[in-house]
Nanobody, 122 residues
Framework: QVQLAESGGGLVQPGGSLTVSCAAS????????MGWFRQAPGKGREFVAA????????YYADSVKGRFTISRDNVKNTVYLQMNSLKPEDTAVYYC???????????????WGQGTQVTVSS
């Protein structure tokens, strides 16, 4: 069993930066792949980024590549999503999730956090 808790969402101006965090707990959490998804109003959940606890390999959606950075702290069991050059279209609820392998579809992820709202607006 894995428990996930996101934090760090908020309101930011276009072009600004924000970092959201995901604290993970559970006996075997380090064996999972951690992903970030987002869901805008009226839309489905969209893959944003993923990282392997072991090795730190990272994966990104084309829409965020070069602007977002996913990282993890193995001591704190926390995954971060640093978001730069934010655009209004980045506005969404951001969720972290855990899966056994790297997947780009939300239905492949077994564990989810409650989500944190990120709003990009002037």
């Amino acid at each position: 069993q894995v428990q996930l808790a996101e934090s760090g969402g908020g309101l930011v101006q276009p072009g600004g930066s924000l970092t959201v965090s995901c604290a993970a707990s559970g006996r075997t959490v380090n064996s999972y792949v951690m992903g970030w998804f987002r869901q805008a109003p009226g839309k489905g959940r969209e893959f944003v980024a993923a990282i392997k606890w072991s090795g730190g390999n990272t994966y990104y959606a084309d829409s965020v590549k070069g602007r977002f950075t996913i990282s993890r702290d193995n001591v704190k069991n926390t995954v971060y999503l640093q978001m730069n050059s934010l655009k209004p279209e980045d506005t969404a609820v951001y969720y972290c999730a855990a899966a056994a392998r790297v997947y780009y579809s939300d239905y492949e992820y077994s564990y989810w956090g409650q989500g944190t709202q990120v709003t990009v607006s002037s």
